[in-house]
């Protein structure tokens, strides 16, 4: 069965910076794309960003660009979230979730995981 | 940004009845070199991550209850949920991955009536 188990969410400052982990199991990692989905406290959905299977192409919502950087390390089945200079509007539950194809991006997903909760507040 | 609007924003339905749920996009999601719709629908139970429940449109995911079906093309698109039962109390999304950036609809309640 696939996996995905989120770490590192928590509580931090307006400005301050957190890493996001996404432990993955269950199926071949390097194959697939990877991909952020946030969801703000009784809010809907928003992509955050994408990072491919292989050649670890990566992208990014405008609202996140520059700030956040997404990363794998496909030797360790693990996928990342660094997240910098935090405001109030980041923060959420942050999911990592699995794209639905593998080889390419079909850019829907088919297993997510449970989430981390980020909240940023002084 | 391709804006994706459901309606209506709550339902609350009979066990056993219809709920449909639709799903209108700003620009079309057909694309035609290939025919295919690019939208999805996702089930999320409270507490729970989004479940994929329908993509290219129509195909329903592996376990997916055949009550679940979905119809339209290109901007407008229907979630249709036959015989309700309790455990389809959810929110439902709609999202398109067609354009870049992917974006999801604000979300559907669903409830018993």
């Known amino acids: 069965d696939v996996r995905l188990l989120e770490s590192g969410g928590g509580l931090v400052q307006p400005g301050g910076s957190l890493r996001l982990s996404c432990a993955a199991s269950?199926?071949?990692?390097?194959?697939?794309?990877l991909t952020w989905v946030r969801q703000a406290p009784g809010k809907g959905l928003e992509w955050v960003s994408t990072?491919?299977?292989?050649?670890?192409?990566?992208f990014y919502a405008d609202s996140v660009k520059g700030r956040f950087t997404i990363s794998r390390d496909n030797s360790k089945n693990t996928l990342y979230l660094h997240m910098n200079s935090l405001r109030a509007e980041d923060a959420a539950v942050y999911y990592c979730?699995?794209?639905?194809?593998?080889?390419?991006?079909?850019?829907?997903?088919?297993?997510w995981g449970q989430g981390a909760l980020v909240t940023v507040s002084s | 940004d391709i804006v994706m609007t459901q309606s209506p924003d709550s339902l609350a339905v009979s066990l056993g009845e219809r709920a449909t749920i639709n799903c209108k996009s700003s620009?079309?999601?057909?694309?035609?070199?290939?025919?295919?719709?690019?939208l999805a629908w996702y089930q999320q139970k409270p507490g729970q991550p989004p479940k994929l429940l329908i993509y290219?449109?129509?195909t329903r995911e592996s376990g997916v209850p055949a009550r679940f079906s979905c119809s339209g093309s290109g901007t407008d698109f229907t979630l249709t949920i036959n015989s309700l039962q309790a455990e389809d109390v959810a929110v439902y999304y709609c999202?398109?991955?067609?354009?870049?950036?992917?974006?999801f609809g604000q979300g559907t309640r669903l409830e018993i009536k």
């Open positions: 979730a699995k794209d639905a194809t593998p080889y390419s991006s079909s850019w829907y997903f088919d297993s």
């Open positions: 269950g199926f071949t990692f390097s194959s697939f794309a």
């Open positions: 990072i491919s299977g292989s050649s670890g192409t990566t």
């Open positions: 620009q079309s999601v057909l694309y035609s070199s290939d025919n295919k719709n690019y």
């Open positions: 290219w449109a129509s």
């Open positions: 999202q398109q991955y067609l354009h870049s950036p992917i974006t």
